[in-house]
């Protein structure tokens, strides 16, 4: 456990966090319900129109349903057990990633456009997440949504060129992150490491 905190300094604790960041995600938890309840009431009143679950409408709904479910229950947790933080934050970023990935599966893959909604939740999750994780959220989307996409091409002889459009969708999430703002955001947070690592650091900036 030693190793671990010396290693990622960046996961702060839960009493850390300020109540601004558990704001944020309630509002984070709140759009996800809204989201799942929007999709499901879309397969009842347009789905000849808009194109969701053009592959398989039951599939769809089920996945939706469960999509729903979870995001009620997360949101109840929250509200609950204010208590670890980045565990919650990515509980719920994955269950974006697994639940938009079978929708989109259930829509006919990439061409249905819900990838778009995989690039919105990560964004969300950028601004309250630890630097780290960061990283890793748009690296677990990028492997969930070629998966899906290698599907499409072994199962349905789809057309390999579509691999573009995965690897688009998480190289923008990259990009911000390469940004002036993210770009500054790794900087101010790399500077603090060694003062987190380093006591001498710390009694020389002043903290005790």
Known sequence: MAFFSRRTPDLAPAGQRS?????????????RIVVAAVFMAVTFFDESLSGIGSYSLSAFRYVDAGYLFLAVVFH??????????????????????????????????????????????????SLVAPLRLIFLYPAIAAIALLLEQTYWVLVHDAPTVNYLQPGLLCHCRRDRLDGPAGGGERETRAAAWPRARHPAARQSAGHP
């Open 76 to 125: 109840g947790l929250l509200r609950m057990v204010p208590e670890r933080f980045d565990v919650q934050l990515s509980a719920q970023v994955l269950l974006d990633i697994a639940a938009i990935t079978l929708l989109m599966n259930a829509s006919g893959g990439m061409s249905s456009g819900l990838g778009v909604m995989v690039l919105i939740s990560l964004t969300g999750a």
């Open 19 to 31: 109540d601004a960041y558990w704001i944020s995600l309630r509002y984070f938890s709140a759009y």
